[in-house]
C-alpha cells in the first residue's frame, strides 16, 4: 500500500524558515518524480513544486521560485520542501505528491499524503 | 494556462446525472486530469488523459473532450459523490495548473 506521510509543519513568522519532509512507503520511491501542492484554507489546489525520480531537475511555480528548494534522498525514501522567507500568503496545507507513472516530472498525482499544516503569522 | 471550472457549485439529488465543465484558456490536447476531494482530505485521482478511468473508480464517473473544452459526469449521483471536484492540466508539465474546483452538494 502507498503511504505518504508529510512532517514539519507548524507555525512560523514571517520571514522565517520552515523543512517540510515526506516519508514514502509502498512503491519504488527512487522511480517516480514528486511534487508538493498546497491548498490554503478553503481555496483551490495549487502546485508548489516538483523533482524527477533521480533528483536531478526541480521545477517550482513563480509565486516561491528563489524562496523554496525541493529534494528527495532515495536512500532514505523522503521527499523534502525547504522553505525561507515566508509570507502570509505561503499558509496552506502543504500535501506531499507522487506522480502516476513518470519517472521526469509530475503529469498527474495518483498518491497523496494527508498533508501537514503551515500556518505564516506573527 | 489558465483552467476555469462551472459551475462553482451545484446542488444535486442521489440519482442525479451531474456535468462538470473546465476550460482551459488554450489548447491542451487530452492533458486533463480530474480528481474529487471531500472534507478534510487529500484528493482522489478519477480520470487521468480527459477520459481514462483510474483503477478502482466506479464506472458512473467519464470524462470526456479535447483541446480546451471538457467534462467531468457522473451518471448517477451516490451519496458517497458530494465532494468538491477538481480539474487539473499537464499540458504544461512540469508546471501543473488547477481549476478552481466545482463543489457538488446535497439538493
Known amino acids: 500500500e502507498v503511504q505518504l506521510l508529510e512532517s514539519g509543519g507548524g507555525l512560523v513568522q514571517p520571514g522565517g524558515s520552515l523543512r517540510l519532509s515526506c516519508a514514502a512507503s509502498?512503491?519504488?520511491?527512487?522511480?517516480?518524480?514528486m511534487s508538493w501542492v498546497r491548498q490554503a484554507t478553503g481555496k483551490g489546489l495549487e502546485w508548489v513544486s516538483g523533482i524527477s525520480a533521480g533528483g536531478g531537475s526541480t521545477y517550482y511555480a513563480d509565486s516561491v521560485k528563489g524562496r523554496f528548494t525541493i529534494s528527495r534522498d532515495n536512500s532514505k525514501n523522503t521527499l523534502y520542501l525547504q522553505m525561507n522567507s515566508l509570507r502570509a500568503d505561503d499558509t496552506a496545507v502543504y500535501y506531499c505528491?507522487?506522480?502516476?507513472?513518470?519517472?521526469?516530472?509530475?503529469?498527474?498525482?495518483?498518491?497523496w499524503g494527508r498533508g501537514t499544516l503551515v500556518t505564516v503569522s506573527s | 494556462i489558465q483552467m476555469t471550472q462551472s459551475p462553482s457549485s451545484l446542488s444535486a439529488s442521489v440519482g442525479d446525472r451531474v456535468t462538470i465543465t473546465c476550460r482551459a484558456s488554450q489548447s491542451i490536447s487530452t492533458y486533463l486530469n480530474w480528481y474529487q476531494q471531500k472534507p478534510g482530505k487529500a484528493p482522489k485521482f478519477l480520470i487521468y488523459a480527459a477520459s481514462s478511468l483510474q483503477s478502482g473508480v466506479p464506472s458512473r464517473f467519464s470524462g470526456s473532450g479535447s483541446g480546451t473544452d471538457f467534462t467531468l459526469t457522473i451518471s448517477s449521483l451516490q451519496p458517497e459523490d458530494f465532494a468538491t471536484y477538481y480539474c487539473?492540466?499537464?499540458?504544461?508539465?512540469?508546471?501543473?495548473?488547477f481549476g478552481g474546483g466545482t463543489k457538488v452538494e446535497i439538493k
Open positions: 509502498g512503491f519504488t520511491f527512487r522511480s517516480y518524480a
Open positions: 505528491a507522487k506522480d502516476f507513472s513518470s519517472a521526469e516530472t509530475t503529469s498527474e498525482v495518483d498518491y
Open positions: 487539473q492540466q499537464s499540458y504544461s508539465s512540469p508546471v501543473l495548473t
